[in-house]
C-alpha cells in the first residue's frame, strides 16, 4: 500500500535531485578560486533544453528517439523503491532491490543503443566502456546489499534501510565502512565522475558518459540531464541510509539530517573532483575492481563472524 507520505517524499526527491550538481560545482569553483554557476543552474539548463525542438541524425533511427523517454521513466521508476528521508519507499516488496537494479540497466541498455544507433565512433567506445564499468561496479553493489540483507533479514530496500542500527556500526565497524567505501566508489562510477570519468571533459577519446549524449539537444538532453542527476540522487540516498541509521535520528530531525547527508555526499564528490586526477582508462577497472574485492571481503568477514 502507499501511503500519502511517502508520495510526498518522493515528489520532493524529484524536485530536489537537480541541486546535487549544483552543490558539487560550486564545492569545484571553491577549490578553483572562482564564483562557478549557480547552485540552481541544472533548473534552469533543463528548462531552456525543454523550450528547444529536437534535431536528430539522418543515420538515427527510431531508437534515438525513444531512448530519452526510456531512460528518464526506468530512473523515475527505480525511484520509487528507494527510500528517502529515513522513510519507507512509496513502492516496497520482498526483492524490490532487483527491480530497482534492472530499472536502471533498462536505461543503460538504451542510452549504450542509442549510442551505437547513430554509427559515430566515439560514441560506440564510450557506450562499450560504460557497459565493461557497469558490469564491474554492480558485484560490488551486490555484495553489500548481501550483507545488509544477512544483518536486517529483509529482502525490500525499505526494510534493509529502516532496519539498521548504530550497533550494527558499533558491533561491525569494519565491515560497514568497507562497504560504505565500496558503495561510494559504485557512486562516482555509476554516475560517470572522477576519478572513473570527467563530465566536463571535451576530450571524446576519454569520455565515457559524456560522449553517448553528444548528438542529443532539447528536449531529449533535458531528460537525459534530470535522469542523471535522479539517478546521483538514489545513490547518495542509500549511501547516506547505509551511514546514518533511520533508528539513531528522531522522527521530527528526519528531513533537515537526510538532507545534511545528501549534500555531504556532493561535497565529497566535489571535493574528490577537485583534488585527484581522472584515472587514466588501463586503471579504471583496477580502481572499480578494487571496490568490489572490499564488498566481498566486508562479506567474508560477515560470515566468517556468523
Not at 200 to 210: A, G, Q, Y
Request: proline share 4%; with cysteine.
Amino acid at each position: 500500500m502507499i501511503s500519502i507520505h511517502s508520495v510526498v517524499f518522493f515528489i520532493l526527491t524529484l524536485l530536489l535531485a537537480p541541486i546535487l550538481p549544483g552543490v558539487i560545482n560550486k564545492v569545484k569553483a571553491f577549490f578553483g578560486g572562482k564564483m562557478g554557476p549557480p547552485v540552481l543552474q541544472l533548473y534552469y539548463d533543463i528548462a531552456k533544453l525543454m523550450r528547444k525542438s529536437a534535431t536528430y541524425s539522418q543515420t538515427s533511427s527510431l531508437v534515438t528517439r525513444l531512448a530519452p523517454v526510456v531512460i528518464f521513466f526506468s530512473t523515475l521508476g527505480a525511484g520509487l523503491f528507494v527510500p528517502s528521508f529515513f522513510r519507507e519507499a512509496s513502492c516496497r516488496f520482498a526483492g524490490d532491490v532487483v527491480l530497482m537494479t534492472y530499472l536502471l540497466g533498462i536505461g543503460r541498455f538504451f542510452m549504450v543503443i542509442a549510442a551505437m544507433d547513430r554509427g559515430s565512433a566515439f560514441e560506440g567506445m564510450g557506450a562499450s566502456r560504460e557497459v565493461l564499468y557497469s558490469a564491474l561496479a554492480e558485484p560490488a553493489f551486490f555484495c553489500g546489499l548481501l550483507v545488509l540483507i544477512n544483518e536486517t533479514g529483509d529482502l525490500s530496500l525499505s526494510g534493509i534501510f529502516n532496519g539498521l542500527s548504530v550497533e550494527l556500526w558499533r558491533q561491525n565497524p569494519a565491515i560497514m565502512l568497507l562497504i560504505a567505501v565500496s558503495w561510494m566508489i559504485v557512486l562516482l562510477t555509476e554516475n560517470a565522475r572522477i576519478p572513473v570519468d570527467d563530465p566536463n571533459t571535451h576530450l571524446e577519446l576519454t569520455m565515457i558518459h559524456e560522449v553517448m549524449i553528444l548528438d542529443y539537444s532539447s528536449k531529449d538532453l533535458g531528460l537525459i540531464e534530470y535522469a542523471s542527476a535522479l539517478k546521483l540522487w538514489l545513490f547518495s540516498s542509500l549511501l547516506v541510509g547505509l551511514i546514518i541509521s533511520a533508528g539513531a535520528v528522531p522522527s521530527y530531525f528526519h528531513i533537515p539530517v537526510f538532507l545534511f547527508g545528501i549534500f555531504a555526499v556532493a561535497v565529497i564528490i566535489g571535493c574528490v573532483e577537485s583534488t585527484i586526477a581522472r584515472l587514466r582508462l588501463i586503471h579504471i577497472p583496477k580502481f572499480i575492481v578494487g571496490s568490489g574485492a572490499l564488498a566481498i571481503i566486508a562479506l567474508i568477514l560477515k560470515i566468517a563472524g556468523n
